[in-house]
C-alpha cells in the first residue's frame, strides 16, 4: 500500500517561495512505477489540479493557474516528487496535495492529467497560506 507525506507548507507573503516535498513509501519497486499529481483546495472551491509528472519524470503538466511560476520535479532515489512554487500568489492559498495513480508504469511516458479517478493514493494535505 502506497503511502504519501506532504511536507514543505507553511505561511509566505505574496512573491515569496516554497518547496513542497511528496515523500513516498510502502511499495516494494522503483517509485517510477508511479505518475505523481499535485492537486489543491481552497476553502469552499473544488479540489483543482495543478501538476502532474509521468513515471520517467519527463512529460509534465501545469494549470494555467501557475504555468511558469510553479516547477514539478521527481528524484525517485530519494522516494520524494517536489512541486517548487515561486511568486506566490494569495489565490494560491490552499491545502495542497499530492496523490499517486494505481502504479504499473501505466503513466510511465506520459503525464496523467487532471482527473482525480486517476488517482488511487493520496497523501493527507498541507496547509499553504499566501498573506501579507
Known amino acids: 500500500q502506497l503511502h504519501l507525506v506532504e511536507s514543505g507548507g507553511g505561511s509566505v507573503q505574496p512573491g515569496g517561495s516554497l518547496r513542497l516535498s511528496c515523500t513516498a513509501s510502502?511499495?516494494?519497486?522503483?517509485?517510477?512505477?508511479?505518475?505523481i499529481g499535485w492537486f489543491r483546495q481552497a476553502p469552499g472551491k473544488e479540489r483543482e489540479g495543478i501538476s502532474c509528472?509521468?513515471?520517467?519524470?519527463?512529460?509534465?503538466d501545469y494549470a494555467d493557474s501557475v504555468k511558469g511560476r510553479f516547477t514539478i520535479s521527481r528524484d525517485d532515489g530519494q522516494n520524494t516528487v517536489y512541486l517548487q512554487m515561486d511568486n506566490l500568489k494569495p489565490e494560491d492559498t490552499a491545502v495542497y496535495y499530492c496523490?499517486?495513480?494505481?502504479?504499473?508504469?501505466?503513466?510511465?511516458?506520459?503525464?496523467?492529467?487532471?482527473?482525480?479517478?486517476?488517482?488511487?493514493?493520496w497523501g493527507q494535505g498541507i496547509q499553504v497560506t499566501v498573506s501579507s
Open positions: 510502502g511499495f516494494g519497486y522503483n517509485l517510477d512505477y508511479y505518475a
Open positions: 496523490a499517486a495513480d494505481g502504479g504499473a508504469r501505466y503513466y510511465y511516458k506520459r503525464s496523467p492529467g487532471f482527473d482525480l479517478w486517476e488517482y488511487n493514493y
Open positions: 509528472v509521468s513515471g520517467d519524470g519527463v512529460s509534465t
